[in-house]
């Protein structure tokens, strides 16, 4: 599986953006997607989950009610709606997938990685 992200952007802070993650290949629908960011000087953390067929999702409780993930899994693709960004949101945004139904908040759960893509939130 091939992953290619994309949206990132420079935009100010109340502001909104959509990522969205295309995958390659016909098995898209299996694998569980995750979104994680890395902050610079930060390590990579988790923001968003979904299951293969999008019935569950999770976030991080600092991107609760602000973030939503979603997929659609006839378009092999899954989107990440980023509202009321703070500077803290600043970071290089990457999706995954996991072989397996059900997703993780654990980075090293996932198989495929996508590039990246930066989201630079101003004041």
């Known amino acids: 599986v091939q992953l290619r992200a994309s949206g990132g952007g420079l935009v100010q802070a109340g502001s909104s953006l959509r990522l969205s993650c295309t995958a390659s290949?016909?098995?898209?629908?299996?694998?569980?997607m995750g979104w994680f960011r890395q902050a610079p000087g930060k390590e990579r953390e988790f923001v968003a989950g979904?299951?293969?067929?999008?019935?569950?999702?999770y976030y991080r409780d600092s991107v609760k009610g602000r973030f939503t993930i979603s997929r659609d899994n006839a378009h092999n693709t899954v989107s990440l709606q980023m509202n009321s960004l703070s500077l803290e949101d600043t970071a290089v945004y990457s999706c995954?997938?996991?072989?397996?139904?059900?997703?993780?908040?654990?980075?090293?759960?996932?198989?495929?990685w996508g590039q990246g893509t930066l989201v630079t939130v101003s004041s």
């Open positions: 290949g016909r098995t898209f629908s299996s694998y569980a």
């Open positions: 995954a997938a996991r072989r397996s139904s059900t997703y993780s908040t654990y980075l090293y759960d996932y198989d495929y």
């Open positions: 979904i299951n293969w067929s999008g019935g569950s999702t």
